[in-house]
């Protein structure tokens, strides 16, 4: 897979993932980052990149020139029209779901806006999907796309060690992760669930289902609703009740 971020600040975008688990996938060659600097298409002596909106209003708009260029210059290399996708918290909620779609890509581009916005002519032609990471207003577009790079990443094969850890985690049947313990036993004079020291697997995968249906209920309401219930787990939920 590889990933090309239009962006203002590629340094960050690089300092920011070219450590961990993404680092090395890198190494292993399994994906490319490649932050490409908009403001070097820029035809502005100043290399400005950005003016006044029209109609007035705090903040300056990004101009479509530059971010054209740029992309144009990314696609021209490419076989296939890539996916864009432009971070705005205008978007789409980006989910699990989402990650697990985009993982199946070749190419990925990802479109970083700072100050008030991007003209919207230019995203008008460019852009395939507009996507938010959450209720929530940050500075830029950076961020966003490093944390969509991350998780569509370890979907990718051979970027975790172990890719059975990627299929049992949350999210994965709209369940929330059950909560895991390691050595010590005993810690601050708490125990770990005798059940997990038991050895006995079916017990422990009906400990965990369980864990993972509360949990869920508790704090997801919304994805609750979407879980698909067995006959076993409806009787626990009656029971506990
Ligand atoms: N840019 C600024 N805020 C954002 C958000 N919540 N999601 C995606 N891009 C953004």
Redesign the pocket.
């Known amino acids: 897979m590889n990933f090309y971020i239009m962006t203002l600040f590629p340094d960050m975008v690089k300092d920011g993932l070219n450590t961990s688990i993404i680092g090395k996938a890198v190494e292993k060659k399994l994906l490319s980052i490649n932050a490409v600097d908009i403001r070097d298409y820029t035809l502005d002596k100043h290399r400005h990149v950005d003016d006044y909106p029209y109609g007035g209003g705090a903040g300056m708009v990004m101009q479509a020139q530059p971010v054209y260029d740029c992309y144009k210059d990314i696609e021209k290399d490419l076989e296939k029209k890539p996916r864009v996708l432009f ?3 205008t ?1 789409k909620t ?1 989910n699990q779901d989402m990650a697990k779609e985009l993982s199946k890509e070749e190419n990925l581009v990802f479109l970083c ?1 700072h100050y008030e916005g991007i003209d919207k002519r230019v995203l008008d032609k460019i852009v395939t999907d507009e ?11 950076e961020l ?1 796309a490093m944390m969509m790079i991350d998780a569509i990443s370890r979907l990718i094969p051979g970027v975790l060690n172990n890719d059975i850890s990627a299929e049992t985690e949350s999210f994965t049947d709209n369940l929330l992760e059950y909560p895991q313990y390691t050595r010590p036993e005993i810690w601050e004079g708490e125990a770990v669930p005798a059940v997990l020291l038991s050895g006995h697997h079916a017990n422990i995968e009906k400990w965990r289902r369980e864990k993972s249906l509360l949990l869920t209920k508790e704090r997801r309401p919304d994805l609750f609703e979407k879980v698909e219930l067995t006959k076993k787990d409806k009787k626990f939920l009656a029971d506990y009740e």
Do not use: C, E, R
């Not at 996507?131 to 577009?141: A, E, N, P, Q, R």
């Open positions: 971070m705005t918290p978007g980006f806006g996507v938010s990471i959450g209720d929530f207003v940050l500075t830029g577009g966003p």
